[in-house]
């Protein structure tokens, strides 16, 4: 069975990409990607302080989270 209160909430999760550890959202300024479907977005880890992520939405509206590169930093718009 579908729950529907998980599927109305479509905010995800994401670990920390050095101790797995869950990060905590900043609210900080999206930075995109020459596209609309991947930005970088500071995260905090408790044990790493803040952290780049970059984010990217996939066809099935699922967002993969990966940390931020500095070729990521190139291609912003
Ligand atoms: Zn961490």
Known sequence: ???????RKPTQKF????CQQRLWHLGSQKYYLGDRDSWLEKFFCEEHDEIWMRL??????KIVATEATS???HRIK
Not at 56 to 61: A, G, Y
């Open 15 to 18: 670990g920390c990409p050095f």
């Open 1 to 7: 069975m579908v729950d529907e209160a998980q599927r």
């Open 71 to 73: 070729e990521d930093w």
């Open 56 to 61: 990217s939405k996939t066809l099935e509206d």
